[in-house]
């Protein structure tokens, strides 16, 4: 692939250097994925599983909370009671309602 740098405006070289990095990121990442597929399956051969092997800790899977409240409004709104409170939560409350008549 021959391509004429000369010819080119400051836009489109930008632009060659942005797809050219990307590309690059991409191959980077598809290159580690298929080397790692490869020796976990060597490992799985042996009897063992990669993290055993490398002593990493396994990851612990988290699983969803489930949600306690809902929006009066909107019924498909609903939120956990956990992190930042949604701006319907918190506008019903400023409203004077209370946590309880929301609860699913």
């Known amino acids: 692939m021959n391509i004429d740098l000369k010819s080119l405006?400051?836009?489109?070289?930008?632009?060659l250097q942005s797809q050219v990095a990307r590309a690059i990121s991409?191959?980077?990442?598809?290159?580690?994925?298929?080397?790692?597929?490869?020796l976990e399956e060597k490992a799985r051969t042996m009897g063992y599983s990669l993290a055993e092997l490398t002593?990493?800790?396994?990851?612990?899977?988290r699983t969803a909370s489930?949600?306690?409240?809902?929006?009066?409004?909107?019924k498909s709104e609903t939120w956990t009671g956990r992190g930042r409170k949604p701006r319907w939560f918190a506008d019903a409350l400023?409203?004077?309602?209370?946590?309880?008549?929301?609860?699913?």
């Open 9 to 15: 405006s400051l836009k489109d070289l930008k632009d």
């Open 26 to 38: 991409s191959f980077e990442e598809r290159k580690k994925k298929e080397v790692l597929a490869e």
């Open 55 to 61: 002593g990493a800790p396994k990851t612990r899977k």
């Open 66 to 74: 489930a949600p306690k409240y809902a929006n009066p409004a909107d």
């Open 94 to 104: 400023a409203k004077g309602k209370k946590p309880e008549s929301m609860a699913i």
